[in-house]
């Protein structure tokens, strides 16, 4: 079988997010880490590619050049290859833009099965799984905490708002899963060792058919709103009456 | 005038509150606002829109339309948006929503803005209000063309009922052929012992603080007599001390109730994310440096399993009396 992670390489939480005033867009000008969602989903295809014990496992991804070295985790943690979509001319790619490039690399793999994190660590997006399947015209399943395949069909569980959904896809199909769903593997010093040497393809925007479509666009950054006063009391034997009161003040008991 | 869609999810026979407090949002734009109510007991359910400022609403019924899977619903909405010409099409975050919204956006190459918690009119337009990068940033956003796709952040709206009436329109239902690719295996209701926390006008949530999981039994009387729903955060949840559909923060729900307490909840940046666009945050910590005090209206230094029990009594006498 074969598998294809979507990931994204984000600027890394610990060294700091944050917008560049100048574009509105998130600034990338740092090192780039493979999301932690992400890692879930190549973990995940790692398993089913073991547990068949053959096939392969395409890690595809669109950013900036150095993405790439984001992308090598996955191949450390086991993935076989890796291909990313970088073009200045995809640069500022919304979701309709960044689901057509990735749909158009994606098509030329032909995977059986197509994971994706279950969001986006920089931006919290939350859909563009669904926006590819449909690209891809294949049938989809998000939020998988649990992931079977057999006799062509893919079988996910999952968390919603009233209970747990357990849902069937053809393959190929287009999944995302949660992070719930294992613990990613550390890549071993051999893994970290053989990732460079692994087969790593980069595309253009003509490639995957592919150019810049914003159809959004960020008008303005502002702070956030500011609370109001902040009140703090010791508890002396009058907390409870404390909040209470203001609990009574707010009109909220 | 923008002619706007609202996506009405329903579960049973109950339009769901989020998507209500986005249709009521709606009328409050002005203009022309639609309903649309996909699935199983759709028409039953579909008047009740009206109330809510839908003067018009889509019901699509089909056997094919009975699970809660997308990819038929963008197969309605896309063709119901196309044939009626909706310029903005409103969803309130769902598992099910996000996954129509996303390809929606792709099936008409419409934008897509998400995880907003207020949309104002800006001439013809819209602009959207966006928190982001762990609510540090709010950002305004916009659209570049229509239609324009926007998906809001559980608990932004209240539901105001205001007394309308809306025309029922049943809606014919083709599918594409990959629509009908996923089918639900089975199903399993989440025993509920109270409201869920995107509903909750009140949340009472509990964190590491509690000690150990039988304490969460404070966090559920308070919730009780308080009438609202019980939260937890990532660290409890992973220690299995509560159910993960209770989960606040950056892996889990983002919530905006009237009141929300946090008890024994130090504040990380990652539950923060999911809990302070609450109207009024009240904590109750013993480690006065807690991060959650920084953005609480009301902090109390002290010892919950003094004070939680206390509170408790005191919310059920005043409510009593």
Redesign the interface.
Known sequence: MKIAVCVKAVPDAATG???DPAT?RLARSGDLTLSDFDSHAVEEALKLKEATGDGEVVIVSMGPEKAMDALRKALAMGADRAVLVSDEALAGS???GT??ALAGALGREEADLVLFG?QSA??????????????L???????AAELTVEDGSV?GK?????????????LP?VVAVS??INEPRYPSLKGIMGAKRKPQETLSAADVGGAA?????????????A?????????DGN??????E???E?R?? | MAKILVFLEHHGNELQKGALGVLSKAAQLGGDVAGVVVGEGARAVADEAGKFGASLVFAAEDPRLAAPLPQPRVDVLAKLVRDEGFDTVLFAQSVLAADVAGALSARLEAGLNWDLVDIVADGDGFIGKRPALADSVFADVAWTSTPRLALFRSGSFDANATGGSAEVRGLEVELEDFSTLTELVSQEEEESTGPSIEDADVIVAGGRGLGDPEKFALVEDLARALGGAVGATRAVVDAGWYPYASQVGQTGKSVSPKLYVAVGISGAIQHKVGMQSSNVIVSINKDPNAPIFEYSDLGVVGDLHEIVPKLTELVRSRKGS
């Open positions: 997010r944050r917008l509105k919304d979701l309709v689901a057509k279950q920089d931006g919290d997006g939350a859909c563009l799984w669904a926006a590819v399947a449909e690209h015209r294949r049938p989809t399943i998000s939020q079988t999952r968390q919603t708002e009233f209970g747990y959904d357990t849902i069937r896809a053809r199909a992070d719930a479509d914003a159809t959004t666009t960020v008008l303005a950054l502002n702070p956030p709103p609370r109001g006063d902040s009140r703090r009391v010791e508890d907390g409870a009456q404390a909040i209470l203001f609990l009574a707010k909220l008991v």
